[in-house]
């Protein structure tokens, strides 16, 4: 425990202040699939891509929210290039009726994002019984990615781009007690998934090797997101911190263009970035024999 809150001070204490603009490419005919990019460092990164030229499908859970992000978007480009899609991550049915409809109307899909994240101040049920974190921090975006893969293949040079956290250095896998029945906590669910998350990206990208198709995770550092909005009483010391000290949306959006688009990243798969660093092969993912039991319970809930 000292070691995460080691890690946490210092992604606190170095949270760079200022975007730097790292990417800039024509992105016309590109078509990107955005989870997460209604608000925060999702949208400003959704915005980025938009004014490259990318043609864009932005999943969101909430209809008006979405509509709006979307409106915005197209307002931006100056020409309707952005669209809605509706996606619970929460509802694997959600998630296939959404894979369906983005198969019927992206005939490639370039890059693939996977931002939206959730951390819940109390445990909670997914509707296909699932602990909340486990449901959209993990398994909702392994599905989705799971029933685009083969158009994304299809499609190569492509990326797709998993959005982890520090927290991954806290995580465990409780291969006995996924679902965290009997010790359940905010930060366990939440580190948990987003290890599992980093466990499986390791394991698609040895099943994509020689397919032009990149996956890797990204800790985007500590940025001023909604993603603590649930936490009541003392826990809400942790949203006035992170407003005081945390970095701009601004600045988790350029890390998530740099790693969605940089040249020197080409041919890079399965790796953790963490922030501006390209970590070493097998950082911040659970052991070999854990990986790939991962893919196996987590490939279960797309043949379900």
């Known amino acids: 425990m000292f070691d995460v809150a080691w890690s946490v001070a210092r992604d606190m204490f170095r949270a760079r202040r200022r975007p730097v603009t790292t990417v800039r490419r024509d992105l016309a005919g590109t078509t990107?699939?955005?989870?997460?990019?209604?608000?925060?460092?999702?949208?400003?990164?959704?915005?980025?891509?938009?004014?490259?030229?990318?043609?864009?499908?932005?999943?969101?859970?909430?209809?008006?929210?979405?509509?709006?992000?979307?409106?915005?978007?197209?307002?931006?480009?100056?020409?309707e290039r952005a669209f809605a899609a509706a996606c619970d991550l929460a509802s694997l049915a959600s998630v296939?009726?959404?894979?369906?409809?983005?198969?019927?109307?992206?005939?490639?899909?370039?890059?693939?994002?996977?931002?939206?994240?959730?951390?819940?101040?109390?445990?909670?049920?997914s509707p296909d019984g699932h602990e909340l974190n486990w449901a959209v921090n993990h398994l909702g975006p392994f599905v989705l990615t799971a029933l685009l893969l083969e158009r994304i293949r299809a499609s190569a040079p492509a990326r797709i781009v998993n959005l982890s956290s520090a927290m991954v250095r806290a995580g465990s896998i409780d291969f006995d007690d996924l679902q965290l029945t009997r010790d359940w906590s905010s930060l366990k669910g939440y580190a948990q998934a987003k290890l599992a998350m980093n466990g499986t990206t390791v394991a698609l990208a040895r099943r994509l090797e020689g397919t032009g198709v990149t996956v890797n995770a990204l800790n985007p550092g500590f940025i001023r997101t909604a993603l603590?909005?649930?936490?009541?009483?003392?826990?809400?010391?942790?949203q006035l911190i992170m407003h005081r000290v945390a970095s701009p949306p601004e600045v988790g959006a350029e890390r998530i263009v740099r790693v969605a688009l940089?040249?020197?990243?080409?041919?890079?798969?399965?790796?953790?970035?963490?922030?501006?660093?390209?970590?070493?092969?097998?950082?911040?993912?659970?052991?070999?024999?854990?990986i790939e039991r991962l893919w196996t319970l987590s490939q279960e809930a797309v043949d379900a």
């Open 32 to 79: 990107v699939v955005f989870t997460g990019g209604t608000d925060g460092m999702g949208r400003v990164a959704a915005m980025r891509l938009v004014e490259m030229g990318a043609t864009l499908h932005l999943l969101g859970r909430d209809p008006e929210k979405t509509r709006r992000a979307v409106e915005a978007l197209n307002r931006l480009a100056g020409e």
């Open 96 to 125: 296939r009726a959404c894979a369906a409809t983005l198969l019927e109307a992206c005939p490639s899909i370039n890059l693939l994002v996977n931002c939206a994240g959730i951390n819940t101040r109390r445990r909670r049920l």
């Open 228 to 238: 603590l909005r649930d936490f009541r009483g003392a826990m809400r010391i942790w």
């Open 262 to 290: 940089s040249p020197e990243y080409e041919g890079v798969s399965g790796r953790f970035f963490d922030e501006d660093t390209l970590c070493p092969p097998g950082a911040h993912t659970p052991d070999n024999d854990a």
